[in-house]
C-alpha cells in the first residue's frame, strides 16, 4: 500500500468515501458514464467483496459508504475501482460508446 494516498486502518468498517472527477467537471451528466459508475460498483459488489451500504452520484463527484468484507482490503477494492472507472470513462470518451 505504499502506493496508496490514505491509509484506512480499519479495512473492515464502513468508511464515508468521496471521489471527485478532474477539475470537478460535470461527466455524470452524461447516462453513458453513470452507468460506468453503477456497473463498476455492481462488479466490486459481486466479485471482490465491496458491500455498499449508500451512495449519491451527483454530476462531478460521488458519495458513498463502503465497507469490505472480511478476508478483503476496502483499500484494494477502492484503487481498482477507480483505476477501472478512469480508463473505462476515458476511453468512452474516446470511442463515443462503453467498453
Known amino acids: 500500500m505504499s502506493g496508496d494516498k490514505y491509509f484506512i486502518r480499519e479495512q473492515n468498517f464502513p468508511h464515508y468515501v468521496t471521489f471527485t472527477v478532474v477539475d470537478w467537471v460535470d461527466v455524470f451528466t452524461h447516462l453513458r458514464y453513470r452507468q460506468i459508475i453503477t456497473d463498476s460498483l455492481t462488479h466490486c459488489v459481486d466479485k471482490k467483496g465491496l458491500t455498499v451500504w449508500a ?5 462531478n463527484h460521488l458519495h458513498a459508504v463502503l465497507q469490505a468484507k472480511e478476508g478483503h482490503e476496502l483499500s484494494g477494492i477502492i484503487r481498482d475501482f477507480k483505476k477501472h472507472t478512469s480508463k473505462a470513462i476515458v476511453n468512452t470518451n474516446r470511442t463515443g460508446k462503453p467498453p
Not at 451512495?55 to 454530476?59: I, V, Y
Open 55 to 59: 451512495w449519491c452520484l451527483m454530476s
